[in-house]
């Protein structure tokens, strides 16, 4: 009987990790794209995808936003003994991988790879790559302090809450992808959040369902508007381009539809001026709106009116 003949990707990465190990391809130097091992290798888009893919769990190469996929640089620290591993190291090299990397690159090997360990050991401290995620986001939600002593007044209580997790979310943009509202996750430091906003809430007539879904909805605002985050970092990463580089492309194929007659009112609103949008500047727009309809709620329910 003949050898079982090696998978196309296999051969591929074989050849790539050779490359590397032998400094044809230096840390930090961009690995063929996709598109490269597709025309190269003669390989469907599939089997391309394989190939980073199992690149990337041998923690051979990373993903940077603006800069693709590149040679992983070596380990900047000695191996880890196992009997030296704890959950908590654990969950710190998982949280600086998804900060530098995206939620995508999480796998146990890169993590072990960044540690110096065996695989396998991380399931002694970690069992599920779930439950390691919730780690993760409780561990950041605690990065989040609060003042012992409130600002006066629900609105600047819960301006500051916003505030501050929108931050939180711009320094880890994978954390907006890992929470969810339809779903209670057992996260501590993601209560405290919750207490801050309810006690601003409470105490002003409003019945008990108004003040979670008061709460609710604000923390899903801050949290949807930041999902961005990590789309464009996948969406840089994936391109090697910037924001600047993409909206350069793309933006005069927008005006030509513009041009079309078909959106008369969206075309003169536009053509009023240039309007230069900003996320930090969509999120503030978003929270003073949604606040100002909390107050008028409030108002509402103070007036005698309001209460019949």
Do not use: C
């Amino acid at each position: 009987m003949g050898t079982p003949q090696e998978p196309p990707y296999r051969r591929i990465v074989t050849e790539i990790r050779r490359r590397i190990a032998a400094g044809e391809l230096a840390p930090g130097a961009r690995v063929p794209s996709t598109r490269q091992i597709v025309r190269d290798w003669g390989v469907a888009m599939a089997t391309a995808t394989k190939v980073i893919a199992t690149l990337r769990d041998e923690g051979l190469v990373v993903t940077r936003p603006g800069a693709g996929t590149v040679v992983a640089a070596p380990a900047r620290h000695a191996p880890k003994r196992e009997a030296e591993l704890s959950r908590e190291s654990i969950v710190r090299a998982a949280v600086g991988i998804a900060d530098t990397e995206g939620i995508g690159a999480l796998a146990m090997r890169r993590i072990a790879s960044e540690l110096g360990v065996a695989t396998m050991a991380l399931y002694r401290h970690v069992p599920k790559k779930d439950d390691l995620v919730l780690e993760m986001a409780d561990l950041v939600l605690g990065e989040v302090s609060f003042p012992a002593v409130p600002p006066e007044g629900w609105r600047a209580q819960l301006e500051l809450l916003a505030t501050r997790q929108w931050q939180l979310f711009r320094r880890h943009p994978w954390l907006a992808q890992a929470l969810s509202v339809t779903r209670p996750q057992p996260l501590p430091n993601l209560l405290d959040h919750a207490e801050w906003a309810v006690r601003a809430l409470d105490g002003h007539g409003l019945a008990h369902s108004t003040i979670m879904y008061a709460h609710i909805t604000l923390f899903n605002y801050v949290r949807a508007t930041a999902l961005n985050f990590e789309w464009e970092a996948e969406a840089e990463a994936g391109s090697a381009r910037s924001d600047e580089e993409w909206l350069a492309e793309h933006e005069p194929k927008v005006f030509e539809l513009i041009a079309q007659g078909r959106y008369p009112s969206f075309a003169a609103v536009i053509a009023r001026g240039d309007f230069d949008f900003e996320l930090d500047r969509l999120f503030g727009f978003g929270l003073q709106r949604l606040l100002d309809g909390y107050g008028a709620l409030i108002a509402r329910t103070a007036s005698p009116r309001g209460r019949t």
